[in-house]
């Protein structure tokens, strides 16, 4: 989706606002003892409450208003009767639709107590999302992403999962400009246009370089197995750099 008007900015600013909310909260409520389908239950209200409903449940009929992911998880988690206990790391993606319009976020969360390791793996993988997020610019090349995060990566000795991508967002949850690299990539030659929305998405690990499906149909783990992390935007370039949709208000 590109961007032509100012009802259009103001749509996805809402639905941006809607999705960040539901994560905030989400996020707040989450404690030891309690299930992923309570913790996905709190996020549905938030998001019927706003006028919005979940995406991957509209769009692909996920199980699940919000993707829930726990330690060896690392996307597409199913809510379920899994409960939460100390120490586990969670990821939160929450992605709805309202009024046509689609946003998308994400960011992983650990339960207190909470190692040194994997606390510098949340701060180092939220420091990742914004050197990705510093790259958006309309006219310059969207490997620039990728070739960032690349970098920081490789500065501060992580790994990047490299078969999950970011994606163009907007009039549906993914559309074009499709499987947009958040790793080095020479084959990129599609450059940023003005007003044009998409995600910005690393998955930054102490290990893992790829997903692979498990069980179900929906879940991804990481391989080799290894603490992952995913912090997730959803942005317009402008000329200025981006507009980020998917802040909390």
């Not at 499709?178 to 030659?189: G, N, Q, Y």
């Amino acid at each position: 989706m590109v961007v032509e008007n100012d009802e259009e900015l103001t749509k996805l600013k809402d639905i941006g606002r809607i999705c960040a909310n539901a994560m905030q909260v989400m996020a707040a409520a989450m404690e030891p003892g309690m299930t992923t389908l309570e913790l996905d239950q709190i996020g549905r209200k938030v998001l019927e409450d706003a006028g919005a409903r979940s995406a991957p449940e509209f769009c692909y009929q996920f199980p699940g208003a919000t993707c829930i992911s726990v330690n060896e998880e690392i996307a597409h988690g199913i809510p379920g009767p899994r409960v939460i206990r100390p120490g586990d790391l969670v990821n939160i993606d929450v992605s709805a639709e309202k009024d046509g319009f689609f946003a998308d976020t994400g960011a992983s969360f650990a339960v207190p107590p909470v190692k040194s390791r994997i606390e510098k793996l949340c701060r180092d993988g939220k420091r990742a999302l914004w050197v990705g997020l510093n790259q958006v610019k309309a006219g310059e090349p969207l490997a620039k992403i990728g070739n960032a995060v690349g970098a920081f990566a490789q500065k501060n000795r992580y790994t990047l999962v490299s078969n999950l991508a970011s994606h163009g967002v907007g009039r549906s949850l993914h559309e074009e400009p499709a499987e947009l690299s958040t790793w080095p990539d020479p084959s990129e030659r599609r450059m940023m246009t003005e007003g044009l929305v998409f995600t910005v998405e690393p998955f930054l690990s102490l290990g893992a370089t790829w997903a692979e499906g498990g069980d179900d149909a929906w879940t991804l783990y990481g391989d080799p197995k290894a603490p992952t992390v995913q912090y997730e935007h959803t942005v317009i370039a402008t000329r200025n750099g981006p507009i980020i949709l998917t802040l909390a208000a």
